[in-house]
């Protein structure tokens, strides 16, 4: 139907125009669409076909404090690269491979994703429930193992170096993370979680962690694995290129020790005190992390608190932690169901959260990896992510 004949082009523009001035209807305008994030409803979609999220900036990478400005990549989005885990941990990069492996403990078996195209496949099983895992400054992989609870190096040529299963002639609890020096020494956690059915194996009857006796440590399990009782309280460990093995801090000092990593010029050592583990008749550790002074003759001072991650009134437990070249501290965050909470926290040589990484599963442990060392690598529960930072990880694997 043709438009009145009084209504001509230029009347028409005046009315639009004076539709765009009229201050009422300005605020009518429809706001611009948000990117979605962990925290909305519905979910974002992390996976590898999702919709296009990052404006500039990925909606879930939290700045805090300005300084974290400098780390965070622009235009750099968080991605899922894989899923289908029952507890990631672990994650470590091989420099000369181009590849990543993280351990899936439950499942007892070791994963691999591929940096040339993304595949991911199985790396090793049986990994003996293998929980953390690095590279040393050979290149060779490190890792340990709760079930037969001991740390292991694998070597170039294919074979297994056991690089420690006992102290003073008592056999280790389960340990959980390492990390190399370059002095040729390894250091690494010994908590207890291992003692457990779904991680690991429980103690033999009598043990802490089966004190009635009524769970059966060997059903499943190939010979000689489920006849060890938790004989050790938790530690810190530091085995030198030797072979001597040393306790640099004991469980009065930090209970429950899970993490680690060195400052980038290893004066400093930082430990991560989980939860209560299977067996422990003590408090237990209290989800936070501890700093120590590292001399040169190897011995720790000075330690105290270093945070009690606490964020918004919410507890952000860490597990795993990596420093970048900067001495900045990427934490893995457990915030339970608390969503938004959970994923990585970031924080500066001072103890002060700087930024957030929201992811929508619990994570696990974290590391630095690609060719560039620049991208962070998150293992969290079912699932394998990654975002770019503007930073490099300080240390290898």
């Known amino acids: 139907m043709p438009a009145p004949a009084f209504l001509t082009r230029r009347t028409l523009l005046k009315a639009a125009g004076a539709v765009a001035l009229t201050p009422g209807l300005a605020l009518a305008q429809p706001k611009p669409v948000e990117p979605p994030t962990v925290i909305t409803t519905p979910p974002r979609d992390f996976g590898p076909?999702?919709?296009?999220?990052?404006y500039f900036t990925d909606p879930d990478v939290l700045t805090v404090d300005p300084s974290f400005n400098g780390l965070r990549q622009v235009n750099a989005p968080i991605q899922r690269l894989w899923t289908g885990a029952l507890w990631s941990e672990g994650p470590a990069w091989s420099g000369q491979g181009r590849y990543l492996v993280w351990s899936d403990i439950p499942n007892n078996r070791q994963m691999r994703w591929l940096e040339d195209d993304g595949r991911v496949a199985v790396f090793r099983m049986p990994s003996n429930n293998s929980n953390g895992n690095t590279f040393d400054f050979q290149g060779r992989q490190l890792?340990?193992?709760?079930l037969a609870r001991r740390v292991v190096r694998?070597?170039?040529?294919?074979?297994?170096?056991?690089i420690a299963d006992h102290y003073q002639g008592k056999r280790l609890n389960s340990p959980n993370d390492v990390v190399p020096h370059p002095d040729?020494?390894?250091?690494?956690?010994?908590?207890?979680?291992g003692g457990q059915l779904y991680e690991g194996a429980p103690d033999a009857a009598g043990g802490p962690s089966n004190a009635q006796g009524r769970l059966k440590p060997r059903l499943g399990q190939a010979l000689g694995i489920g006849e060890y009782k938790r004989e050790l309280p938790t530690g810190v460990y530091r085995v030198d290129p030797a072979g001597k093995m040393d306790l640099v801090v004991p469980e009065a000092q930090v209970p429950d020790p899970n993490g680690l990593c060195?400052?980038?010029?290893?004066?400093?050592l930082y430990v991560i005190s989980t939860g209560k583990g299977p067996g422990d008749t003590g408090a237990g550790g209290k989800g936070d992390m501890h700093v120590f002074d590292v001399g040169s003759d190897n011995k720790l001072s000075g330690g105290k608190l270093f945070?009690?991650?606490?964020?918004?009134?919410?507890?952000?437990?860490?597990?795993?932690?990596?420093?970048?070249?900067?001495?900045?501290?990427w934490c893995s965050s457990n915030a339970g169901r608390s969503v938004?909470?959970?994923?990585?926290?970031?924080?500066?040589?001072g103890g002060k959260l700087i930024g957030r990484i929201r992811l929508p599963e619990i994570c696990g442990n974290v590391c630095f990896?690609?060719?560039?060392?620049?991208?962070?690598?998150?293992?969290?529960?079912?699932?394998?992510?990654?975002?770019?930072?503007a930073t490099q990880g300080a240390a290898p694997g």
């Open 340 to 349: 938004g909470y959970s994923g990585v926290t970031i924080w500066n040589l």
């Open 369 to 389: 990896g690609g060719p560039k060392r620049n991208r962070l690598f998150m293992a969290a529960s079912q699932s394998l992510y990654a975002v770019y930072t």
């Open 49 to 54: 076909n999702a919709p296009p999220n990052v």
């Open 184 to 193: 040729g020494s390894y250091w690494f956690t010994d908590p207890p979680y």
């Open 307 to 329: 945070s009690d991650f606490m964020v918004d009134g919410v507890k952000c437990g860490p597990d795993g932690v990596r420093a970048d070249v900067e001495g900045n501290l």
């Open 262 to 268: 060195f400052s980038p010029d290893y004066k400093k």
């Open 154 to 162: 694998y070597e170039h040529d294919g074979s297994i170096t056991l």
């Open 143 to 146: 890792s340990c193992e709760h």
